[in-house]
């Protein structure tokens, strides 16, 4: 079976991305980034992925009169570069029902907090507010409804005493780079499968996501 072939939506920094571009450099990953697409013309990912050798591609939402000519355009982008399935990654812009129809089940995002809590944005602030223990970060396949989907991997993250929001999302994050090329390799090897609106995990996959992210 060949590769799954990828293609990663950016907006800014793109440390995901990168995660997902240093997996997939190794020769036993299932999948290959085909290209990286973001919508700002200042995204730092896109110097990474040039430098990494992987066509990153420029698809301005100013340029575009209305979303769906946008939403088109990097459709088009993707398709081009032989793309079949999406990563969002720090990609800042609400897909539209038609995108997402588009790549139906084909189609992930990272949210930096264990969903269904804390949706949207400035899920740290509100964790800290809230006085929780336990946050995280969360890989899903996308939804109309904004981080709504089913829930490929999870890794809880510990709120210690005296976190602000950045040293909680600077951990969060180091999760998040562990747990997105983890989630997608699942799907690539067919281990993590949408049935009903519940991601299925393979009987054999179910140890090792468990052994990633238990306590320490
Ligand atoms: C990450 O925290 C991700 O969970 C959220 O946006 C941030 C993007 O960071 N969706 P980066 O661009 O991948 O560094």
Redesign the pocket.
């Known amino acids: 079976m060949g590769k799954l072939k990828v293609g990663i939506l950016?907006?800014?920094?793109?440390?995901?991305?990168?995660a997902l571009v240093e997996a997939a450099q190794k020769p036993e990953f299932p999948a290959e980034v085909r290209c990286v697409v973001a919508n700002r013309p200042d995204a730092k990912?896109l110097d990474f992925a040039r430098q990494h050798g992987i066509p990153a591609i420029l698809v301005d939402h100013k340029a575009y009169a209305s979303k769906a000519e946008f939403e088109a355009a990097v459709t088009d982008a993707l398709v081009a570069h032989d793309v079949d399935f999406v990563c969002?990654?720090?990609?800042m812009r609400i897909v539209s029902p038609g995108f997402i129809e588009r790549w139906h089940n084909r189609l992930i995002?990272?949210?930096?907090s264990l969903l269904p809590s804390y949706k949207g944005l400035h899920t740290h602030e509100r964790a800290l507010a809230d006085g929780v223990k336990l946050t995280g970060?969360t890989v899903h396949f996308v939804r109309a409804e904004m981080d709504v989907g089913p829930i490929v991997a999870q890794a809880a993250v510990p709120v210690i005493a005296g976190d602000t929001p950045d040293s909680l999302?600077a951990r969060?994050?180091t999760a998040?780079h562990r747990l997105y090329p983890l989630a997608l390799r699942l799907i690539a090897e067919g281990k993590a499968t949408v049935r009903g609106e519940i991601v299925e995990i393979a009987p054999n996959a179910v140890d090792e996501t468990a052994r990633l992210f238990s306590a320490r």
């Not at 950016?10 to 990168?18: D, F, K, P, V, Y």
């Not at 995002?109 to 930096?112: A, C, E, G, S």
């Open positions: 950016i907006s800014g920094r793109g440390s995901n991305m990168a990912g969002l990654a720090g990609f995002n990272i949210h930096p970060c999302a969060i994050l998040e």
